[in-house]
T-cell receptor, first 117, second 113 residues
Framework: KAGVTQTPRYLIKTRGQQVTLSCSPI?????VSWYQQTPGQGLQFLFE???????NKGNFPGRFSGRQFSNSRSEMNVSTLELGDSALYLC????????????????FGPGTRLTVL | GQQVMQIPQYQHVQEGEDFTTYCNSS?????IQWYKQRPGGHPVFLIQ?????EVKKQKRLTFQFGEAKKNSSLHITATQTTDVGTYFC?????????????FGQGTRLTINP
């Protein structure tokens, strides 16, 4: 079974530009979550999508947006890039809620490393 | 504020010493998951705990879920250099007014061989 794939793996942009990152979940997974990870920092939650609907959103400015397509693939977009947006962006896919409020295991992709100059 | 707290943030041990990381939630959780991220890698699922007071073992790793389902711990006995990495807990449940999975800040483990 293929794992979670993220493209591109590396990206260099300049301040003010915008970027789109892509995530293809494991076949059958309908939930995709996005996280930002900076050196020494934990996983900062961006958003979660399930069946094309945004279910949860983290505390990031409106420059960060996302969407999910009918095939469960997801994209996140960052507009007007700032130096502080340089980070590893991870997506994770799962079957979603497991019932009783529990969550299923998250499968992470390798991440996209974004550098903003 | 942080809804799932994890301590310590960093831990350095000598190879062979034990290691423990703790995870605390302000609300009752439905489940807790643990992940490991090796340097340069991505988080990988280790285990999930669902029941109050549950204890699970994986070789030298022991995972516990508190009786009140608000805290959890991961204990590694006799650390080895292969244990190096960052360990994250993730609590699932109704947190902060929504059904979500919330990751702790992680504990970065380094080992002196």
């Amino acid at each position: 079974k293929a794992g979670v794939t993220q493209t591109p793996r590396y990206l260099i942009k300049t301040r003010g530009q915008q970027v789109t990152l892509s995530c293809s979940p494991i076949s059958g997974h309908r939930s995709v979550s996005w996280y930002q990870q900076t050196p020494g920092q934990g996983l900062q939650f961006l958003f979660e999508y399930f069946s094309e609907t945004q279910r949860n959103k983290g505390n990031f400015p409106g420059r960060f947006s996302g969407r999910q397509f009918s095939n469960s693939r997801s994209e996140m977009n960052v507009s007007t890039l700032e130096l502080g947006d340089s980070a590893l962006y991870l997506c994770a896919s799962s079957f979603g809620l497991a019932g009783g409020g529990s969550y299923n295991e998250q499968f992470f992709g390798p991440g996209t490393r974004l550098t903003v100059l | 504020g942080q809804q799932v707290m994890q301590i310590p943030q960093y831990q350095h041990v000598q190879e062979g010493e034990d290691f423990t990381t703790y995870c605390n939630s302000s609300t009752t959780l439905s489940n807790i998951q643990w992940y490991k991220q090796r340097p340069g890698g991505h988080p990988v699922f280790l285990i999930q705990l669902v029941k109050s007071g549950e204890v699970k073992k994986q070789k030298r790793l022991t995972f516990q879920f508190g009786e009140a389902k608000k805290n959890s711990s991961l204990h590694i006995t006799a650390t080895q250099t292969t244990d190096v990495g960052t360990y994250f807990c993730a609590g699932g449940g109704y947190i902060g007014g929504a059904q979500k999975l919330v990751f702790g800040q992680g504990t970065r483990l380094t080992i002196n061989p």
